[in-house]
């Protein structure tokens, strides 16, 4: 079965750290660039990291460039987000995300995990 | 940055109706178009790719059109299950974008 999995989420005071992950499963983990995409409570999906299929590149959005740090481990099918001085507009759920193109080439989000819960809050 | 302005924001229709939204990217974006549907408490799924082209197991009540900058998802017959949030996406451009959604209700 083709899926994906995040944990990590939680509730964390605004300045502190937390750290996403999303365990790939049911498909050739290291062919795909992966992406984490988040949405606010009420709000709509927003675009915040991606990272080309073997690591090379990654790309945020300037919300979060300078915090966040996006990296993948291809030989445990895992991603990670490391996200520092969190803000209170960080709360989101955070959803992790296959491209569809796999290599270079681009494509549509086709595979997408159930997502997890950051809440950033004193 | 590129932008993707969906219209209208919500949009009523009837069960058994169909329903027309509309995407319009500000910069020329070729086919590399997407959309999605999600439903309360559940994460986005991939309908429509390409502009044109379903996704796995998605019905044929769902089609795709448009190129440049101008894109349109139709659905025929509506369904209860169809009434939820549609967003489309472009992957052509960095950074990749959604619009803002369009909520289809029940009329």
């Known amino acids: 079965q083709v899926q994906v999995v995040e944990s990590g989420g939680g509730v964390v005071q605004p300045g502190r750290s937390l750290r996403l992950s999303c365990a790939a499963s049911?498909?050739?983990?290291?062919?795909?660039?992966m992406h984490w995409v988040r949405q606010s409570p009420g709000k709509v999906l927003e675009w915040v990291a991606a990272?080309?299929?073997?690591?090379?590149?990654?790309y945020y959005a300037d919300s979060v460039k300078g915090r966040f740090t996006f990296s993948r481990d291809n030989s445990e099918n895992s991603l990670y987000l490391q996200m520092n001085s969190l803000r209170p507009e960080d709360t989101a759920v955070y959803y992790c995300?296959?491209?569809?193109?796999?290599?270079?080439?681009?494509?549509?989000?086709?595979?997408w995990g159930q997502g997890t819960m950051v809440t950033v809050s004193s | 940055e590129l932008v993707m302005t969906q219209s209208p924001a919500t949009l009523s229709v009837s069960p058994g109706q169909r329903a027309i939204l509309s995407c319009r990217a500000s910069?020329?974006?070729?086919?590399?178009v997407a959309w999605y549907q999600q439903k309360v408490g559940q994460a986005p799924r991939l309908l429509i790719h390409?502009?044109?082209t379903r996704a796995t197991g998605i019905s044929a009540r769902f089609s795709g059109s448009g190129s440049g900058t101008e894109f349109t998802l139709t659905i025929s017959s509506l369904q209860s299950e169809d009434f939820a949030v549609y967003y489309c996406?472009?992957?052509?451009?960095?950074?990749?974008?959604f619009g803002q959604g369009t909520k289809l209700e029940i009329k």
């Open positions: 049911g498909f050739t983990f290291s062919t795909f660039a």
């Open positions: 996406q472009q992957y052509n451009t960095w950074p990749y974008s």
């Open positions: 995300a296959r491209e569809s193109g796999p290599y270079y080439n681009p494509g549509a989000f086709d595979i």
């Open positions: 990272v080309s299929y073997d690591g090379t590149y990654k």
């Open positions: 390409g502009a044109a």
């Open positions: 910069q020329r974006i070729s086919t590399n």
